[in-house]
Structure formats: structure tokens, C-alpha cells
């Protein structure tokens, strides 16, 4: 297994525009990553091509995956074909850079849409989409995100009736608790539709916490973003069954929490280098 990091761990830089796609990928170099996760929502291609091929070059990093940001719940035609487009053009961007993996999404919640009303719109468009994946030879991976396809159980039913090779689980460690699904669990029915890991990690909290990357579960219950390895997800025990179904694949550090962007990404780094070497 390889370990990346993605660029959504240093949001900060690139929102305040301290940081371009180049910027990061230095920094990835020095925090110990041997690829990068970059993101379309941070994408400009006629000024990100050349500087990120350069970089990857200068730092001798590939790049792991490239990160759809679309979100296909939108009642919309119009706005849900641009969503199917930012998928076929992450497709297109993974296919210049070498990456074999787009990650996706299914999409947010818009008030009063339930899942079922939605879940056509989602299935049409990840289909068109895995379509051309398929024909580019790359594979799109659906994240475990948001009240639509957070739990394991909808990852399934949403994967299933897509039905191509082109779409796969992108197994995020620490946001099943958000939906609350135990990740171990949720691992025992997606493994063997693993084909991108985001390596990120949670921790319960009460009321009394103070800080700002605090995410609430369905029902109720507070986590606070943590760097990986020091909150409450099994990583090991996550690695491990995924080492024993055949993983070999990329190991993305998605960092969401308090401590500065920059420290928290390096510590989750290595805290990942520790535990594969106990896998």
C-alpha cells in the first residue's frame, strides 16, 4: 500500500490563495506522501496542468487520484448534467496525469428530497459516467460522504445498481461514524469494493469541547476531526483487513481537524508509516 495525501488536508492554503496545486504538492513532498489527491474544486486546468506536471516532476510524486466534487441530488436537469461533467472531466485530468481512480460522489441532501426521490437521479448519472470512465480506462470511486451514500449499505445498493467495473468504493475510514456505522463493519461488506482509501480519523466528544472541526452524527452524537491515528477509528485493524483482501493500492491522508493543516497532515503521514509497518 502507497501513501498520498490530499490536497482537501490543506484546504486552508488554497481557499486564501496562499497555496496554488504546485504549492501543495511541495509541501506533499516534505510531509513524507509519495503521491497526491488533488481536487476539481481547486482546479484551473490551463494553469494547473503545466505548474502540477512540473511539480510531480521536481518532487517525484504521481498522482494517486484525482477528486471529482460533484453532487448529482440536484433536482435540476441542467445542473445535474454539469455535475456528470465535472466526473467526465476529473476522468479526463486523471487520464493526462497517469492517475487510475476518480473519486465521486453521490451528492448532498436538499431539503425536503428523500433518498429514494434522489437515488434515480444519482444512478443516472454515476451510470453515464462510468461509462466514459470505463471507456478511458479508469475507475471512479464512490465515497462513503453525506446522508446519501454515507452508509455502507447505500454505498451498496448504489454501486449495485450502477452495475459497470468502472465503479468502486472509495473506503473513507472516518466517516461512517457520521452516519453512525462502525467502520470495521461497514469494511466487512465493502472490502472487496475497495479501490481508494481516504486514511482520516475521528474522535467523540461532548459538549464541552471547544474547537471548531466538530461534525455531528445523525443522531446526535459530536466528533471532532482528528490527525490520524490518535482518534477513534481502528486504523490497524482497518489496514490489516484490508492487507488480507488483497489491497495494494493508495492510502490517502485526509486530515479535518483543529491542529494547523500543514502539522496535521504530516503527523497523520506518519502515524500511517507506524501502522503499516505492524500490518
Known amino acids: 500500500m502507497k501513501m498520498?495525501?490530499?490536497?482537501?488536508?490543506?484546504h486552508k492554503y488554497m481557499y486564501d490563495g496562499s497555496w496554488t496545486n504546485a504549492d501543495f504538492i511541495d509541501f506533499a513532498k516534505t510531509a513524507g506522501a509519495e503521491g497526491v489527491e488533488?481536487?476539481?474544486?481547486f482546479w484551473n486546468p490551463e494553469e494547473d496542468i503545466p505548474r502540477v506536471e512540473e511539480a510531480l516532476s521536481r518532487n517525484g510524486l504521481v498522482m494517486a487520484c484525482f477528486g471529482a466534487c460533484n453532487n448529482l441530488a440536484v433536482p435540476d436537469e441542467a445542473g445535474r448534467r454539469a455535475q456528470?461533467?465535472?466526473?467526465?472531466?476529473s476522468v479526463d485530468t486523471a487520464v493526462h496525469f497517469g492517475a487510475k481512480v476518480v473519486r465521486v460522489f453521490s451528492g448532498d441532501k436538499p431539503e425536503g428530497v428523500t433518498f429514494e426521490q434522489a437515488k434515480d437521479w444519482i444512478i443516472s448519472g454515476l451510470k453515464e459516467a462510468a461509462a466514459y470512465a470505463h471507456s478511458k480506462g479508469v475507475t471512479l470511486c464512490l465515497e462513503n460522504h453525506g446522508h446519501f451514500a454515507g452508509k455502507a449499505k447505500q454505498v451498496l445498493e448504489v454501486?449495485?445498481?450502477?452495475?459497470?467495473p468502472a465503479l468502486k468504493s472509495t473506503f473513507d475510514t472516518g466517516n461512517f461514524l457520521l452516519v453512525d456505522?462502525?467502520?470495521e463493519q461497514a469494511l466487512d461488506q465493502l472490502k472487496s469494493m475497495v479501490a481508494h482509501v481516504h486514511f482520516k480519523d475521528f474522535k467523540k466528544v461532548d459538549e464541552s469541547y471547544e474547537g471548531k472541526a466538530v461534525y455531528p452524527s445523525l443522531s446526535g452524537v459530536r466528533y471532532a476531526g482528528k490527525i490520524s491515528g490518535e482518534g477513534d477509528v481502528n486504523l490497524t485493524h482497518i489496514l490489516r483487513t484490508l492487507k488480507a483482501a488483497g489491497y495494494r493500492d493508495w492510502l490517502s491522508v485526509e486530515f479535518e481537524g483543529d491542529e494547523e493543516q500543514k502539522t496535521g497532515s504530516a503527523r497523520s503521514i506518519g502515524n500511517l508509516k507506524e501502522i503499516l509497518t505492524t500490518v
Do not use: Y
Open 4 to 10: 498520498s495525501l490530499s490536497v482537501w488536508s490543506c
Open 84 to 89: 456528470v461533467k465535472d466526473i467526465t472531466d
Open 38 to 41: 488533488l481536487l476539481s474544486v
Open 159 to 164: 454501486i449495485g445498481e450502477v452495475n459497470s
Open 181 to 183: 456505522d462502525n467502520p
